[in-house]
């Protein structure tokens, strides 16, 4: 829960797609990082993390903070 509290504080200028998923990554805990690892392996050069579910859910959640908290 630590990692995503410090994620939530750092918000990007412009949401650039670099910046939202190192900010999701960081957010991520062991098992899920874990999960994300052999989806890759599987995968392979199919994997697309800004195009996979939990990401772009993720993403959606994140830029509504946002703009509640603006």
């Known amino acids: 829960m630590e990692k995503s ?4 504080s750092v918000i990007p200028q412009n949401n650039n ?4 998923t190192a900010l999701y990554l960081e957010s ?9 690892e052999i989806a890759k392996d599987h995968l392979g050069s199919s994997f697309s993390l800004k195009k996979s579910i939990d990401f772009l859910k993720w993403k959606a ?9 603006n």
């Open 61 to 69: 959640d994140y830029e509504s903070k946002i703009t509640t908290t």
């Open 28 to 36: 991520l805990d062991e098992k899920t990082l874990k999960t994300l």
């Open 5 to 8: 509290k410090k994620a939530e």
């Open 17 to 20: 797609i670099e910046q939202l």
